[in-house]
């Protein structure tokens, strides 16, 4: 018995009679008000058409050019955002000449820019992985910035007091104190990447998940359409999980305070 | 004739003064100190105004007084992380302008690098000195033993309490043998019954490896206790108001927080901040 309420009372367990309880209300409206599957497919149809994407193997290429784009991209926009960002933190000339027009380009909306990149470089994955970085780009920027302004006064008097030079500083102090805001932005980053190679493929392409959903979308296969939307949360979720695993392992002396905020 | 013996006295009196400088070198002369401040409405404010103080090798200073008077302040020139605007602080002899090795400070807080283990955290002043031979290894080993924090080595400082933090912290600063030990309230931060505990603590490392300790704080029993001689300061400009010789046997311990004598010593001091200003300072 007591075992039985310490297992409903399990947050995991209760997200799940959550997620029942809200398929099985959507399952029985449509079929109580007869809605049609163009508008509100039921979530049967839906898991049916999943499980006929991948059978059948039509989802396989789509998939995995996402999956490239994704990992790619994510991986060419950390990269240029921890590079950038490391060079404008050491070099303050650098904050000031560039930064400006770093800001410029992160408030241009990626989507209106997409046209761009596909004239550029083409309807083939390199488009894609080019729009995935740019959005996967400044919030590791921000962060990497954020994170080496973030480092304690009295940390950095106390290296001094020890007598420690400004390269011993760097390693020993500023960069571990900045992990914890770059994982912070990279967990933000694993997300946007999903959405910067559905936006890429979206505007044009010939193979990936996010064109499959153009295709669906258009011959009205509206279940179809909710199947590949659960495969892409699907990748954005283990991405984050993968960042979060990551985090809890790089930057394991930061404690996450459970408690509520407001508490 | 009285005028001739006068100045007879005179001389003899600088001649013993001599004697004793040189049978009893100060380690860190402060001379003419003064520090200001301009703040952000652009005021001018003097942290620090003449200061003047002798520390003999091997004593325990104890520097107290309320917030405001300047006390961080003169420990961080003596850290030499803040240059003086006037005024020197020679320590052996030597001009201080920026941090010393033969020093070693205890902050406020512990400042342990949360992403060092415990073991490490104490290694750091001989990391930073490319250090990292077998018998340094001992040494932060020996003194982590010293200090009861022999089990809690390969731990990370977010595995232990304030006390146990702060003591890895004095760890650290004994790391390279500093001459000089300089102490910004290190157990302003704790709960009183550990702050007790250190400061039995603290007398037992000084007993065992004899240094110069400069000790700042808020607590006038406190000073009372640890020091050799106890430096009032006060605010406003930040100076010293008196230093008052802590007559006391040793070794101490908290019985002697008891005697007629440590009441009278805590007393007095009290009385200099009564006298310089209403606002009575909270221990």
Redesign the interface.
């Known amino acids: 018995m007591n075992l039985l309420t310490k297992t409903f009372n399990s947050h995991r367990l209760q997200s799940i009679v959550l997620a029942v309880v809200v398929i099985a209300t959507w399952e029985g409206a449509c079929r109580v008000f007869a809605i049609s599957s163009l508008v509100l497919p039921t979530p049967s149809a839906v898991a049916v058409k999943l499980v006929s994407l991948f059978v059948t193997g039509i989802i396989w290429s789509h998939l995995w050019a996402t999956l490239i784009e994704i990992v790619a991209g994510f991986v060419f926009g950390v990269i240029a955002g921890l590079v950038i960002g490391a060079m404008i933190s050491l070099i303050p000339v650098l904050e000031r000449l560039v930064y400006p027009y770093l800001v410029a380009l992160q408030t241009l909306p990626k989507v209106a820019i997409a046209p761009l990149f596909i004239i550029w470089f083409g309807y083939g994955l390199t488009s894609k992985i080019v729009i995935t970085a740019l959005v996967c780009f400044f919030p590791v920027l921000v962060a990497v910035i954020a994170g080496f302004h973030s480092t304690d006064v009295d940390q950095l008097d106390m290296m001094k007091a020890f007598g420690a030079t400004k390269w011993q500083t760097l390693i020993r102090l500023r960069v571990p104190s900045a992990l914890v805001l770059i994982f912070a932005g990279l967990e933000i980053a694993a997300v946007l990447a999903v959405i910067g190679a559905i936006v890429g493929e979206f505007v044009g392409a010939q193979v990936g998940l996010g064109y499959l959903v153009v295709t669906l979308n258009f011959g009205l296969d509206v279940p179809g359409v909710f199947a590949v939307l659960i495969v892409l949360s699907a990748i954005g979720l283990a991405m984050h999980g993968i960042m979060r695993i990551a985090a809890r392992r790089y930057v394991f002396w930061i404690r996450r305070n459970e408690a509520p905020v407001l508490s | 004739m009285t005028k001739l013996a006068a100045r007879l006295e005179d001389s003899a009196h600088a001649v013993s003064n001599a004697a004793a400088e040189q049978s009893d070198p100060a380690l860190i002369r402060i001379a003419g100190l003064e520090k200001r401040f301009a703040t952000r409405s652009g005021e001018v404010v003097r942290a620090l105004s003449n200061v003047n103080l002798d520390v003999r090798e091997n004593e325990f200073i104890s520097v107290v007084g309320p917030s405001g008077c300047g006390k961080t302040t003169l420990l ?1 020139i003596l ?3 803040e240059k003086a605007s006037a005024g020197t602080v020679h320590s052996g002899g030597e001009l201080i302008t920026e ?3 033969d ?1 070693g ?1 205890v ?1 406020q ?1 512990a ?1 342990l ?3 060092d283990t415990v073991l490490t955290n104490v290694m ?2 001989a ?3 490319k250090d990292k031979s077998a018998a340094t290894i001992k040494r932060a080993e020996h003194l982590l033993a010293f200090m009861g924090l022999k089990d809690f080595a390969q731990k ?3 595995e232990l309490s304030g006390g146990m933090q702060q003591r890895v912290s004095i760890c ?1 600063a004994l790391m390279r043998e500093p001459k000089i030990l300089l102490m910004d309230e290190p157990f302003g931060a704790l709960d009183a019954m550990t702050r007790e505990a250190m400061n039995m603590e603290l007398m037992r490392v000084w007993s065992e490896e004899r240094k110069t300790v400069i000790f700042i704080t808020h607590s006038i029993p406190e000073a009372v206790l640890l020091g050799d001689r106890v430096v009032v300061m006060s605010p406003r400009p930040g100076r010293i108001s008196e230093i008052v010789d802590v007559n006391l046997g040793r070794p101490r311990n908290l019985q002697t927080m008891g005697t007629a004598r440590f009441g009278e010593l805590c007393d007095h001091i009290r009385s200099i901040f009564g006298a310089e200003s209403p606002m009575v300072p909270s221990l």
Do not use: D, I, T
Request: net charge positive.
């Open positions: 961080r850290a030499g992380l941090p010393r090795p020093a400070v902050f807080q400042l690098l949360p992403w750091l002043p990391h930073l000195k990370y400082p977010f650290r």
